[in-house]
């Protein structure tokens, strides 16, 4: 079965401070990797999408993610967090070209302290 | 409307009762996801609808759960026989092709007592 994997649950870090959140996928074959933010009281939005060519992807907002196919992950960054980057971060799987449904990681729930 | 509309934003049902979740999603859009997202878990996948395929429910936790898409367009998820732990908030959410972006709406805040 497809599954998604944030290993850590709950970040707390001030601003300025360097951000890594993990994701890990079980799929072997062709994947479409996201990653959404939900920021308080707000609806899900997309940060950044991977589909295919470089693996350093940039997204909204200065959030870059890495696609290392050995390993199996979809690492989201950012250099420099603010307190505006409080939220909720969720990875997301879809597989195959021809795509299927959307799997979630567990979600991250980042705390910037001001 | 210019994104993915729920309603309603707030339910509440006494348990045993059953509900309609209604979902419209951008027009155009071929692929239809409901999730649910309970207090401090992430987003669990309920049902997949793509184009004219049949529906993937492989998420569906109960009988008590079904969802149906008309026309192609606007869909409801119906929750029968309330339980208390069925509260959640119910999210849906439409891209245009499969793979393409998902976008999501408020979502429906279901509190049975």
């Known amino acids: 079965a497809q599954s998604v994997s944030q290993h850590n649950h709950h970040v707390i870090l001030s601003e300025a401070a360097s951000l890594e959140l993990g994701c890990n996928y079980s799929?072997?074959?062709?994947?479409?990797l996201f990653w959404y933010v939900q920021y308080p009281g707000q609806h899900l939005q997309l940060l950044l999408k991977y589909f295919s060519g470089d693996p350093l992807v940039k997204g909204i907002k200065g959030f870059e993610a890495e696609f290392i196919k050995s390993k199996f992950s979809f690492n989201l960054r950012k250099p420099s967090v603010q307190w505006s980057d409080t939220a909720e971060y969720f990875c997301?799987?879809?597989?195959?070209?021809?795509?299927?449904?959307?799997?979630f990681g567990g979600g991250t729930r980042v705390l910037v302290k001001p | 409307g210019a994104g993915v509309s729920q309603s309603p934003s707030n339910k509440v049902t006494e348990k045993g009762k059953d509900v309609e979740l209604r979902c419209d999603p951008i027009s155009g859009h071929t692929a239809l996801y409901w999730y649910r997202q309970s207090l401090g878990q992430g987003l669990e996948f309920l049902i997949y609808f793509q184009g004219n395929s049949a529906p993937d429910k492989s998420g569906l936790p109960s009988d008590r759960f079904s969802a149906e898409r008309t026309g192609g367009s606007v869909s409801t998820l119906t929750i029968q026989r309330t339980q208390q732990e069925d509260s959640a908030v119910y999210l849906c959410a439409s891209s245009l092709w499969a793979n393409t972006e998902a976008f999501f709406g408020q979502g429906t805040r279901l509190t049975v007592v």
């Open positions: 997301a799987v879809t597989r195959g070209a021809a795509g299927n449904k959307l799997t």
């Open positions: 799929y072997g074959g062709t994947v479409n």
